[in-house]
């Protein structure tokens, strides 16, 4: 369950990066580069720990992604959507 999330998380992450956003669009394009890399690294890094407690018996943290995932589709919808 939590590979699937982290795929969908990714998955809003590109797009947010690629939705020409206001706010986006006025960094300089080596801010927008390291940005999207770092925000990448990190997604991984939250989904790789997830993965690895949850198999080490803590499936608390299934949870704790799902939330995390809802906040990122919600963060992702308002900054889409142009509400932010």
């Known amino acids: 369950m939590i590979f699937v999330l982290g795929v969908g998380n990714f998955a809003l992450n590109r797009a947010v990066f690629e939705s020409g956003h206001?706010?986006?669009a006025r960094?300089?394009?080596r801010?927008?580069?390291l940005g999207h890399r770092a925000a990448l690294v990190t997604e991984f890094a939250v989904l790789f720990f997830a993965l690895l407690l949850a198999e080490k018996g803590w499936p608390g943290f299934v949870w704790a992604y799902g939330a995390y995932t809802g906040f990122n589709t919600l963060a992702a919808w308002l900054i889409l959507n142009r509400k932010v």
């Open 22 to 24: 206001p706010l986006l």
């Open 27 to 29: 960094l300089p394009h």
């Open 31 to 33: 801010s927008r580069v």
